[in-house]
C-alpha cells in the first residue's frame, strides 16, 4: 500500500499494455481481411470457423488466443491461473476448436 496515496499498488496495470493491443488488433484485421461471415457474425470468432477464414492456418487461433489474453488481462499474468481459465473458459482457444 502505497503510503501517500493509501491505493494498494497491485504491482502491474490492470490494462492490457500497448503492444498487446496492436498484436489484437492486427490478428482480429487479418481475419476480417478473410472474412465471408454476415456482418452480424463479424465479432463471433466461432462463426469465423464456418463462415470466415477457419482454422485452416495460425490466422484465427491466434486471434482467439489474443482477444482472451485481452479480455482477461488482469487474470492471464499469473501462469498458475491462465492455465486453469484457459481449460475451463469457452471463449479459450483451446475450448473453440474442439
Known amino acids: 500500500m502505497s503510503k501517500s496515496s493509501g491505493a494498494v499498488d497491485s504491482g502491474y496495470c490492470p490494462l492490457p499494455d500497448r503492444k498487446l493491443m496492436m498484436r489484437y488488433?492486427?490478428?482480429?484485421?487479418?481475419?476480417?481481411?478473410?472474412?465471408?461471415?454476415?456482418?452480424?457474425?463479424?465479432?463471433?470468432l466461432n462463426a469465423q470457423i464456418d463462415c470466415g477464414c477457419g482454422d485452416y492456418d495460425s490466422t484465427l487461433p491466434t486471434a482467439v488466443d489474443l482477444r482472451f489474453q485481452v479480455k482477461y488481462y488482469p487474470w492471464v499474468q499469473n501462469e498458475d491461473v491462465r492455465t486453469c481459465i484457459r481449460r475451463i473458459l469457452p471463449d479459450s482457444a483451446r475450448n473453440v476448436f474442439v
Open 25 to 44: 488488433i492486427d490478428a482480429i484485421k487479418e481475419v476480417w481481411y478473410q472474412d465471408n461471415c454476415h456482418t452480424y457474425d463479424r465479432e463471433n
